[in-house]
């Protein structure tokens, strides 16, 4: 049973513009998201995280919403760069528990 | 500088052999994970462990098999009852507070 589910395997934008990744999980009991970014061969980085008492974070380019009713995250990046090209893996917790991700999404940004 | 340090980077294994991939770091954090990266798959959790000499088993355990003598050390033996052991691995660890540090991974391939 997939908890945490990226149903867009991949996402192409133009340069400048804004990319949006979403995310949806299953379990209510979850209190912390995160999103990573990975390039080929190499580990996941963190990117922003938001707990589950707010509804939006910001870091820079980087802004992740959070809709609790709909169980959704998103994660909006303007403007997008090509260096923002690489898969990007949302994931959850609860209880300060062991990360479930979901099966990424592969971001391309176009010049 | 404080990290987490997997090695080997490229690993060969013959069929029916068992291969045992390196896990080390010295953030001083007391869990410590291993996942397995499949394409379209995400990140699937193979095993982790929350404090010295106890592990649990993650959602595809099975072929697997880890200790964790040491705080910083969590090595994973590949056996030859995994089926399909071709994959990238990774290790993470992290604090109580959520936060995950990746290792740079592992390439296993069956030859």
């Known amino acids: 049973d997939q908890q945490v589910k990226q149903n867009s395997p991949s996402l192409s934008v133009q340069e400048g513009r804004i990319s949006i990744l979403n995310c949806d999980y299953t379990n209510s009991m979850f209190d912390y998201f995160l999103w990573y970014k990975k390039y080929p061969a190499e580990g996941p980085t963190f990117l922003i995280s938001?707990?589950?008492?707010?509804d939006k974070n910001e870091d820079g380019r980087f802004t992740v919403f959070l809709n609790k009713s709909a169980k959704h995250l998103s994660l909006h990046i303007v403007p997008s760069q090509p260096g923002d090209s690489a898969v990007y893996f949302c994931a959850a917790s609860k209880n300060t528990g062991k990360l479930i991700f979901g099966q990424g999404t592969t971001l391309q940004v176009k010049p | 500088d404080g990290g987490i340090t997997q090695s080997p980077k490229y690993l060969f294994r013959k069929e029916g052999q068992n291969v045992t991939l390196s896990c080390e770091q010295n953030?001083?954090?007391?869990?410590m994970y291993w996942y397995r990266q499949d394409p379209g798959q995400g990140l699937r959790l193979i095993y982790y462990?929350?404090?010295?000499?106890?592990?649990q088993k993650g959602d595809i355990a099975e072929g697997y098999s880890v200790s964790r003598e040491k705080k910083e050390s969590f090595p994973l033996t590949v056996t030859s009852a995994q089926k399909n052991p071709t994959a990238f691995y990774l290790c993470?660890?992290?604090?109580?507070?959520?936060?995950?540090?990746f290792g740079s991974g592992t390439r296993l391939t069956v030859v």
């Open positions: 462990s929350q404090i010295v000499n106890d592990f």
């Open positions: 993470a660890s992290s604090t109580v507070n959520y936060g995950y540090t």
């Open positions: 938001i707990s589950s008492i707010k």
């Open positions: 953030l001083n954090h007391d869990a």
